[in-house]
């Protein structure tokens, strides 16, 4: 005898690349007759109905975020602002709890998926609901880019361009290698956490 359909709600970080990650989740989840219920961003809606395959069991609820000043009016997602001000659209998801809460009360859902909201495990607790933390970036990133070897001495913020081209001693595949704009790309991002 088959599982029951679950009802599970989506709550991604708002970023457009978890946000599709996880509406991929989303589809594999509703193949097999589970029910989704996706918390979006209102204006983000638009830009993922298409990718949505079971508009019949996934079910986008919009959100508002919150205006967090320092933030361009209307932003709702990383997408919509310059690197600097990701940590203002994370003090504007951190002030949807409530509403999430409201939300997840009405909806009474067997599972909650998230990955950066540090509240939500003891919010769903709290409710009789199951949460899971589900970080859309791969063990092989994680490895590559924040190894202990190169976490040894070092704060993890000050690795150039060029240590990020050679893959960490002992990195079980050296077929593995980023691309000159991407090491480019993370040393900018670490750069810029100092200051964060």
């Known amino acids: 005898m088959a599982a029951p359909p679950l009802h599970i709600v989506m709550y991604p970080w708002l970023a457009l690349g978890h946000l599709t990650s996880y509406l991929q989740l989303s589809n594999k989840l509703a193949k097999n007759g589970h029910k989704i219920s996706f918390f979006i961003p209102r204006k983000t809606q638009a830009k993922l109905e298409s990718f949505n395959l079971y508009p019949n069991l ?21 997408a919509d602002m310059p690197d600097s001000l ?22 009474k859902p067997s599972i909650v ?3 950066f909201t540090h509240w939500m495990p003891k919010l769903t607790r709290r409710l009789g609901i199951k949460s899971i933390l589900y970080f859309t970036v791969s ?5 590559y880019n924040i190894s202990h070897e190169r976490q040894q001495g070092n704060d993890g913020s000050n690795l150039t361009e ?15 290698k980023l691309h000159a704009h991407e ?14």
């Open 58 to 78: 996934i079910t986008f609820i919009p959100i508002t975020v919150p205006h967090v000043h320092g933030l361009p009016l209307g932003a709702e997602t990383t």
């Open 86 to 107: 990701i940590p203002h659209i994370m003090t504007a998801m951190d002030l949807t709890e409530n509403d999430i809460e409201h939300l997840l009360r009405d909806l």
């Open 162 to 176: 060029a240590q990020l081209l050679v893959p960490p001693s002992g990195f079980p595949d050296s077929s593995v």
């Open 183 to 196: 090491a480019r790309e993370i040393a900018l991002r670490k750069e810029m956490e100092v200051w964060w």
């Open 139 to 143: 063990p092989v990133t994680i490895g």
């Open 113 to 115: 998926f998230f990955d």
